[in-house]
């Protein structure tokens, strides 16, 4: 093509007009051809995958009066498990190791002596948390309820009919043709599964929105029994929720916060360890609790390690992947004992959102990936302010990072989550414009971060 316009540009007018009698061309091959180059371009830019725009995001700020300090808990747990001493001292110990801080939050329902978990408990928590999150994003981004054409709602463990998504769309009186659909089941990844699946609905519908939102509903899902691998999960698990508007209209280009690049899933439920490892069961005295294996972490490496191959070829620059082949052919071809080569991947990021499911899973992708201290910062501070937030907790790391104010324009940011089943799920963004200070009153921080980041202890002694 270059040949073609150097020679073109260097041909005189009459030499072009004497090429172009030398086709003998009619009016009608002029006609034919600009159609066909007319189709050919409409295919094009039809088939084109369309850019998909995070114009913003919410995220629920637990009211004070939920706040559940250590003192608190463990009054708590004494008196529930009064006869079960060594079970309160296996929850001060986790709690003790923990990462949490006295400023997490439980529902309602969870503070009464005993627990309530009853139906309408768990939907007013589900009211408060959602709710909440949702009249945030309208208004940050003054979006109409009218205008929403899509709606994604994902929550684990608690499932009614109607469904979570229907009770939106009672409350704020959304189209009869919306587009909605309720998740549940999918665990602590089911946020970038959600992302996903609007992603593919926008791919389909040109000129629309999608709002998501990501939570867990905490009231029916406390274990009340005396099984350690069970009692884990009451002592990480705090309420949360984020709702996440998206866009493919080109008129929201200007006011985005971030684009979408990618998106890889994982998911290793085919193999029977990966499958039990997060389970939601009985314990031998009825009492249903999600059981957390010995193997969890093993399992999460393995699952990193399948979506780090898939996700890195498409976000390494060529240096780290060239080196990562010929590691892996002197491995194979040469049967050398040498250690596989972890690319760098702080090459391709500038921030990364691990999910706050524990402080050991933080540990283990900071040294899996062989990040700094600032790296998982926010990840670290979330867990510490806000707790295992669920499907959420990724938001409540992006807050963090633009209450901050290193957010620039251009930078690459990368979410990863976990969940039962196993599934690890990323999600890659740029950021589309610098996010400047101070941040809105919306932001889930806005009223403490400059408290942080704070120095969390090894051990906190109760």
């Not at 929850?91 to 439980?106: D, F, P, V």
């Not at 998504?165 to 959600?194: E, H, P, Q």
């Not at 491995?331 to 250690?339: D, E, T, V, Y």
Request: glycine share 4%.
């Amino acid at each position: 093509m270059a040949t073609i316009l150097i020679q073109f540009l260097q041909s005189n007018p009459n030499d072009l007009l004497n090429f172009y009698n030398s086709l003998s061309l009619t009016s009608i091959h002029l006609v034919c051809s600009l159609f066909l180059i007319s189709y050919v371009t409409t295919c094009y830019i039809m088939s084109r995958p369309r850019t998909i725009y995070l114009v913003d995001y919410a995220c629920f700020r637990p009211p004070i009066t939920c706040r559940i300090p250590f003192a608190s808990f463990m009054e708590h747990a004494h008196l529930i498990l009064s006869s079960e001493p060594k079970s309160v001292r296996f929850q001060m110990k986790i709690l003790e190791r923990s990462g949490l801080s006295e400023e997490t939050a439980l529902p309602p329902a969870m503070h009464y002596i005993p627990p309530t978990p009853t139906m309408d408990l768990a939907r007013e928590e589900a009211e408060l948390v959602i709710f909440s999150a949702m009249d945030s994003l309208l208004a940050k981004t003054g979006l109409k309820p009218k205008d929403i054409d899509v709606l994604v709602v994902n929550c684990s463990l608690f499932s009614p009919t109607p469904s979570l998504s229907a009770m939106v769309i009672n409350k704020y009186k959304l189209r009869s043709n919306i587009k909605s659909f309720n998740l549940s089941g999918m665990g602590c990844s089911a946020g970038v599964i959600s992302i996903d699946l609007a992603r593919d609905i926008l791919q389909q519908y040109p000129n629309s929105n999608a709002v998501v939102i990501s939570t867990e509903i905490l009231t029916p899902n406390g274990y009340l029994g005396k099984e350690r691998s069970m009692l884990l999960t009451n002592c990480l698990f705090r309420m949360g929720g984020a709702a996440i508007l998206l866009s493919n209209r080109k008129s929201d280009r200007g006011r985005a916060k971030y684009r979408l690049v990618h998106i890889v899933r994982t998911h290793k439920g085919a193999d029977d360890k990966s499958f039990r490892c997060v389970q939601q069961q009985e314990d031998p005295e009825g009492k249903v609790g999600i059981n957390l294996c010995i193997d969890l972490m093993q399992v999460a490496g393995e699952a990193l390690k399948s979506n780090i191959t898939t996700i890195g070829p498409l976000v390494l620059p060529a240096s780290e992947q060239l080196l990562f082949l010929l590691t892996l052919i002197c491995r194979k071809l040469f049967k050398s004992k040498m250690k596989p080569y972890i690319p760098d991947f702080k090459l391709a990021f500038e921030h990364f959102c691990i999910h706050a499911g524990g402080r050991a899973v933080i540990d283990e992708l900071q040294n899996n990936l062989q990040l700094s201290a600032e790296h998982v910062e926010a990840s670290r501070m979330a867990l510490y302010r806000f707790g295992n937030t669920s499907s959420s907790s990724l938001w409540y790391e992006m807050s963090y990072i633009e209450a901050k104010g290193r957010m620039k324009k251009g930078d690459r940011i990368w979410q990863i989550a976990f969940g039962s089943g196993f599934k690890c799920n990323s999600a890659v963004w740029k950021c589309n414009r610098t996010i400047k200070l101070p941040v809105d009153d919306h932001n889930p921080w806005a009223d403490c971060i400059d408290r942080y980041p704070v120095d969390i202890p090894d051990v906190v002694r109760l």
